[in-house]
């Protein structure tokens, strides 16, 4: 099994930018997906999630700037960010997550927000 995330990167606050994880060895379309984030010194925190039949949950905290997607066909899920903020910096990481049998994490890419 293997979840490959890209698409970070260095942004300016208010910019954009659209993180994409792609997962081979599982039955992607079964998987709820889900982005979480991790700052230095701080914990990982889930940031938004999709499930198979594509409801999605947010944090508070980004809520109304970022989406999150998914592509059956290409077993990819995406998270397009807006309005980015410095808070924002972190290490993201693709989740994949079947009932309780299956957890499986990419290997993260950093998002940083600064001037």
């Known amino acids: 099994v293997q979840l490959q995330a890209s698409g970070g990167g260095l942004v300016q606050p208010g910019g954009s930018l659209r993180l994409a994880c792609t997962a081979s060895?599982?039955?992607?379309?079964?998987?709820?997906m889900g982005w979480y984030r991790q700052a230095p010194g701080k914990q990982r925190e889930l940031v938004a999630s999709?499930?198979?039949?594509?409801?999605?949950d947010y944090a508070d905290s980004v809520k109304g700037r970022f989406t999150i997607s998914r592509d059956n066909a290409e077993n990819t899920v995406y998270l397009q960010m807006n309005s980015l903020k410095p808070e924002d910096s972190a290490v993201y990481y693709c989740n994949g997550k079947y009932f309780r049998s299956a957890d499986y994490w990419g290997q993260g890419t950093l998002v940083t927000v600064s001037s």
């Open positions: 999709i499930h198979p039949i594509g409801s999605t």
């Open positions: 060895g599982i039955t992607f379309s079964r998987y709820v």
